[in-house]
């Protein structure tokens, strides 16, 4: 069974209606397109991830890195092959990839680094003050609810 039925869920939350699409589109990803190129996630710190991904033979002008509406999009262009090589064995993949991450909230792409054929793109989570843990102070005093107001009647 490769489809699920949340109907149950939306009908208590407000929000949440890409939580469906992204089963949805997880579920419809050809397993052949996951294997290429070969990638990690890594969690780096605290609030911090680093997607490295194998791009031999793809040099920083055929690669692309672009980020918009909570998702990142990774690009290669295959090159063209020299006229007159004549391969005896291909093991090295250099045909063109287009991969796709969501990005949960408060994701930020802090840059790419191209280094010995892997390519590192490191991301942070960056919540805004209004949304992290605030401690309120406890008074002792009592507080003032009501002031009077006196009216002098002349």
Do not use: W
Not at 61 to 75: E, G, H, K, W
Not at 98 to 113: K, N, P, Q, T
């Amino acid at each position: 069974m490769r489809s699920f039925d949340l109907s149950p869920l939306f009908r208590s939350t407000v929000g949440f209606d890409h939580l469906a699409r992204m089963l949805d589109t997880a579920s419809r990803i050809d397993d052949q397109a996951i294997s290429y190129p070969p990638y990690n996630i890594e969690k780096t710190g605290e609030d911090a991830y680093r997607i490295s991904m194998a791009v031999a033979g793809f040099a920083e002008s055929d690669l692309d890195v672009t980020s918009q509406n909570r998702s990142l999009v990774i690009t290669g262009r295959a090159r063209k092959e020299a006229e007159g090589c004549q391969y005896l064995h291909r093991g090295i993949a250099g045909r063109s990839f287009e991969r796709r991450f969501d990005l949960a909230d408060h994701i930020r792409v802090a840059g790419a680094s191209l280094v010995n054929g892997l390519l590192h793109v490191d991301l942070v989570r960056e919540i805004p003050e209004t949304l992290k843990p605030r401690a309120i102070p406890i008074s002792t005093k009592p507080a003032e609810t009501t002031k009077v107001i006196e009216n002098k009647a002349a």
